[in-house]
């Protein structure tokens, strides 16, 4: 049977409430806010029935400290001195009924009906979120920050339908993990899960990975060769970085989508396939349209359901179960044991920004693990890390470069690349993190432009 907890300083209300209620729940009974926080305290109470007016105590004053102690816990007020500014008040703030002296016995059994339904709900939903969390934790994921949230509920909606999924985030913020929970939790867990990263791969090579190609179609082609795309029939492909695909492939693509079909190269006959499709990218696919780098129809077939997956910056009640998360990861692969996380640690991390999201702190992790020698994680075991990466970030070019009112996006961005370049003494892997663009990007542009700058 369910405990309630009835508060009144008047000991026959009490008393009738107990007699009236004793066959149905547990009844406990209290005259004053002391003796009611020590009876919730060491007892398992589901529900609050307290008096509004305690002797010269407040029943409000009750109902808050429940709260901070529980805010799902349900509590009803009761008064002889009821008005509406006070009802209106008394909901405001969360109590769940208000019911006038003298009590209706009736009507109180079926408030506390209705009260003990909305506690059991609370439970459940409460377990399904911690079912839910253990689910995406297999993956990597956690999911206790409501825009996380907001995201994993956009996935179960969506994980077994076959529209096409644009994931979109800065770099390291786990979209990669997202898109394999979706196929592996999906209605196609029992196909292949393809995937490829559009900027690691030259473009001329990347055609006849993804669409495959028959016998003699280049020298080199001793025989037939089926593409990822091809290989991945029935269940889901990714294609990673999708901002990075050449314009030639995004029409190929949008065939792939539109006609459910490939063509190998050197082919002559379409290869009918059914995969679900999945695209993730750090970049703003809508400038890059406008810059005419990709195909607004290929954008729109896409993105059919959009799901934005938002920073560790974003998100930071979620750091300290990520930390766990990578320290048992890697206490076990590199056999280290850690007994201690001191509190300095804990802050640092707080305090820090995170440019490369849980990618980054996955890296910070690993490091101090590896380097720990004595079972503590201590800041010393992550400030060089964090440091270096702060030093960077100050130390960045801030020289002002003229562009005028009128001049070509292209000459702009000319400019930006090849003074960025300069300041940071033509190291290409730096400059493309401070303009927050891939190297493979860099070198296309610098073929774009013809720059004859020698370039290491």
Same mark, same amino acid.
Not at 111 to 121: T, V
């Given at each position: 049977?369910?405990? @309630?907890?009835?508060?009144?300083?008047?000991?026959?209300?009490?008393?009738?409430?107990?007699?009236?209620?004793?066959?149905?729940?547990?009844?406990?009974?209290?005259?004053?806010?002391?003796?009611?926080?020590?009876?919730?305290?060491?007892?398992?109470?589901?529900?609050?029935?307290?008096?509004?007016?305690?002797?010269?105590?407040?029943?409000?004053?009750?109902?808050?400290?429940?709260?901070?102690?529980?805010?799902?816990?349900?509590? @009803?007020?009761?008064?002889?001195?009821?008005?509406?500014?006070?009802?209106?008040?008394?909901?405001?703030?969360?109590?769940?009924?208000?019911?006038?002296?003298?009590?209706?016995?009736?009507?109180? *059994?079926?408030?506390?009906?209705?009260? @003990?339904?909305?506690?059991?709900?609370?439970?459940?939903?409460?377990?399904?979120?911690?079912?839910?969390?253990?689910?995406?934790?297999?993956?990597?994921?956690?999911?206790?920050?409501?825009?996380?949230?907001?995201?994993?509920?956009?996935?179960?909606?969506?994980?077994?339908?076959?529209?096409?999924?644009?994931?979109?985030?800065?770099?390291?913020?786990?979209?990669?993990?997202?898109?394999?929970? @979706?196929?592996?939790?999906?209605?196609?867990?029992?196909?292949?899960?393809?995937?490829?990263?559009?900027?690691?791969?030259?473009?001329?090579?990347?055609?006849?990975?993804?669409?495959? !190609?028959?016998?003699?179609?280049?020298?080199?082609?001793?025989?037939?060769?089926?593409?990822?795309?091809?290989?991945?029939?029935?269940?889901?492909?990714?294609?990673?970085?999708?901002?990075?695909?050449?314009?030639?492939?995004?029409?190929?693509?949008?065939?792939?989508?539109?006609?459910?079909?490939?063509?190998? &190269?050197?082919?002559?006959?379409?290869?009918?396939?059914?995969?679900?499709?999945?695209?993730?990218?750090?970049?703003?696919?809508?400038?890059?349209?406008?810059?005419?780098?990709?195909?607004?129809?290929?954008?729109?077939?896409?993105?059919?359901?959009? &799901?934005?997956?938002?920073?560790?910056?974003?998100?930071?009640?979620?750091?300290?179960?990520?930390?766990?998360?990578? &320290?048992?990861?890697?206490?076990?692969?590199?056999?280290?044991?850690?007994?201690?996380?001191?509190?300095?640690?804990?802050?640092?991390?707080?305090?820090?920004?995170?440019?490369?999201?849980?990618?980054?702190?996955?890296?910070?992790? *690993?490091?101090?693990?590896?380097?720990?020698?004595?079972?503590?994680?201590?800041?010393?075991?992550?400030?060089?890390?964090?440091?270096? !990466?702060?030093?960077? *970030?100050?130390?960045?070019?801030?020289?002002?470069?003229?562009?005028?009112?009128?001049?070509?996006?292209?000459?702009? *961005?000319?400019?930006?690349?090849?003074?960025?370049?300069?300041?940071?003494? !033509?190291?290409?892997?730096?400059?493309?993190?401070?303009?927050?663009?891939?190297?493979?990007?860099?070198?296309?542009?610098?073929?774009? !432009?013809?720059?004859?700058?020698?370039?290491?």
């Amino acid at each position: 049977m369910e405990s @309630i907890l009835i508060v009144d300083d008047d000991i026959l209300i009490c008393e009738t409430l107990r007699f009236t209620l004793k066959d149905k729940y547990v009844i406990f009974t209290a005259k004053n806010i002391e003796d009611a926080l020590y009876i919730y305290n060491t007892n398992n109470i589901q529900l609050v029935i307290t008096d509004l007016k305690l002797g010269q105590e407040s029943g409000m004053d009750l109902y808050k400290k429940i709260k901070y102690l529980d805010p799902k816990n349900v509590v @009803i007020l009761m008064t002889a001195y009821g008005s509406t500014e006070l009802v209106i008040k008394a909901i405001k703030d969360g109590v769940f009924y208000y019911i006038n002296k003298p009590i209706d016995l009736h009507q109180l *059994e079926l408030i506390i009906e209705q009260g @003990i339904k909305f506690k059991n709900l609370y439970k459940e939903i409460e377990y399904l979120n911690n079912q839910l969390s253990a689910k995406y934790s297999d993956f990597g994921i956690i999911a206790d920050s409501h825009a996380m949230k907001k995201v994993i509920n956009t996935i179960e909606k969506v994980k077994n339908i076959n529209s096409t999924i644009l994931l979109t985030g800065e770099s390291g913020t786990g979209k990669t993990m997202l898109a394999k929970y @979706i196929h592996y939790h999906g209605n196609r867990r029992t196909k292949h899960f393809g995937v490829i990263n559009c900027a690691a791969i030259p473009s001329n090579l990347l055609e006849s990975e993804l669409f495959g !190609y028959k016998k003699g179609a280049f020298t080199g082609a001793l025989k037939d060769k089926p593409g990822m795309i091809e290989l991945a029939n029935g269940g889901t492909f990714l294609f990673d970085e999708i901002g990075e695909l050449d314009l030639a492939l995004q029409t190929k693509l949008l065939r792939v989508i539109q006609e459910k079909e490939v063509f190998p &190269i050197g082919g002559s006959q379409p290869k009918k396939i059914d995969i679900r499709i999945i695209a993730a990218t750090n970049r703003n696919l809508v400038d890059l349209i406008n810059e005419g780098k990709f195909r607004e129809d290929l954008y729109y077939r896409l993105n059919v359901i959009n &799901i934005h997956v938002p920073p560790l910056r974003e998100r930071k009640e979620e750091i300290f179960k990520l930390v766990e998360l990578f &320290i048992t990861r890697y206490s076990t692969l590199l056999d280290k044991k850690i007994d201690l996380i001191s509190n300095d640690f804990c802050k640092t991390l707080l305090d820090y920004s995170f440019p490369g999201n849980i990618r980054e702190l996955e890296n910070i992790i *690993e490091r101090a693990v590896a380097l720990s020698t004595d079972g503590v994680l201590d800041t010393i075991d992550i400030e060089n890390n964090i440091l270096s !990466y702060e030093s960077i *970030e100050n130390s960045k070019p801030s020289k002002l470069i003229p562009i005028f009112l009128g001049e070509s996006l292209i000459n702009a *961005e000319k400019k930006i690349i090849l003074e960025t370049l300069k300041q940071c003494s !033509y190291n290409k892997s730096e400059a493309a993190k401070i303009l927050g663009i891939t190297e493979r990007t860099i070198r296309n542009k610098l073929k774009t !432009y013809k720059s004859d700058l020698i370039i290491d």
